[in-house]
């Protein structure tokens, strides 16, 4: 652990990594604001700790501290910009300044992950942006410098004179899971849940069976997150679940599976309840009562009792009840969403739950 100046230690790095699941978000943080709470530029700034992983001398994974560095940066290039073609020495001192703190050898030594970097580094190069990627947060925050630096007119040795006040604490994270410690540094945040799964897949060396299952059965984000949700319902009988926490329950489950059986049997027998579940969101069945079934508790809104369908429908599939047990069931599930939905009421779908899973005992 060690106190820096966030300026140098900047300049000092060839290269900043970023992890595959850390974005950019609107926690950027607006440098110009901090300067004008101290116009003489006589305090020293304190902006926390920002932990690393060393690759080598000069090059670093940023584990927590991302959207610190990005707004550096991006403060960095909205002085550039804002006195772009004024005087030969502001020109030297562009030059200067890309070369030292945004650019390393033509390219951006901030390496960003892929659904920001190209964001990123189109602002850094002076291309051109669409609408939609200037609204986001770090156009936003960028536009927001110029306007500052224009409107009140900061010189820009008096930026730097702020900078060179700027201090972070440097915590380098050696032998410590760089996902897990993120995860928990930004546990209040809206994480990107997926992106944590599939990372920590990649680490065990089942991200290509993820892949496929991912192409198979759910290309959507919003299809896989319904089928992981009702997944874990089922594994852990949660009465509700909290998306923010998939990552979490996702970990736990797998865990927990790979001390009694391989990562390949887990992944068949997961890649199992992911077809199942594809068959129950896209009603894909050769039976037409079944069909017919699903269809109806489709249309009257059942994505609640999926979680409960997933369950009995293993069952189905390993025989472990009859073909008709299983349709009185699905029957009996779409009675009662006809009853909720012409009552008004959100009746408990718990206690329906403890009728038919006593139907299936008798049974």
């Known amino acids: 652990m060690k106190v820096v100046n966030f300026l140098e230690f900047i300049n000092s790095a060839r290269d900043l990594f970023t992890l595959d699941y850390a974005r950019c978000d609107g926690e950027l ?3 110009l604001d901090l ?41 960095l290039h909205a002085v550039c910009e804002c006195y772009k073609k004024t005087t030969e020495q502001n020109e030297k001192a562009i030059k200067t300044i890309r070369n030292k703190y945004l650019i390393r050898n033509t390219k951006s030594k901030l390496h960003l992950n892929e659904s920001d970097n190209d964001l990123y580094n189109k602002i850094i190069n002076g ?47 050696d032998n410590v899971s760089k996902r897990n410690l993120y995860y928990k540094l930004n546990s209040t945040r809206k994480l990107d849940q997926l992106a944590l ?43 509700q679940f909290n998306p923010e926490r998939l990552y979490e329950s996702f970990v736990n489950y797998f865990e927990t ?32 009562e079944l069909k017919r079934a699903f269809i109806q508790i489709k249309k009257h809104s059942g994505e609640d009792t999926y979680a409960y369908i997933l369950d009995v429908y293993e069952d ?13 069931i699905l029957n009996t599930i779409d009675e009662y969403l006809q009853n909720r939905q012409n009552s008004g009421k959100n009746i408990e779908f718990n206690e329906l739950i403890q009728y038919l899973n006593a139907f299936i005992t008798c049974k």
């Open 257 to 288: 599976m790979m001390q009694y059986m391989s990562e390949d049997v887990l992944m068949k027998r997961f890649k199992h309840s992911a077809k199942l579940y594809y068959n129950i969101l896209n009603v894909n069945f050769n039976n037409d």
């Open 35 to 75: 300067m004008t709470e101290d116009e003489q530029f006589t305090q020293r700034i304190d902006l926390g700790i920002i932990f690393v992983n060393q690759k080598s001398a000069d090059q670093y994974t940023i584990v927590d501290g991302l959207n610190r560095i990005v707004s550096l940066s991006l403060l």
């Open 127 to 173: 291309e051109r942006l669409s609408g939609h990627e200037k609204a986001q947060p770090m156009f936003v925050l960028l536009h927001n410098f110029w306007s500052q630096i224009k409107e009140e007119k900061l010189q820009a040795s008096k930026i730097f004179t702020m900078l060179k006040k700027i201090t972070v604490t440097l915590v380098e994270t």
């Open 316 to 328: 189905y599939y390993e025989n472990n009840i009859s073909e008709a047990i299983f349709l009185e």
């Open 197 to 239: 799964i599939k990372n920590f897949l990649k680490e065990n060396g089942i991200e290509n069976e993820w892949l496929e299952i991912r192409k198979l059965y759910f290309p959507a984000d919003n299809d896989v997150v319904a089928f992981l949700k009702d997944f874990f319902i089922t594994k852990f009988h949660y009465k």
């Open 29 to 31: 943080v607006n440098f």
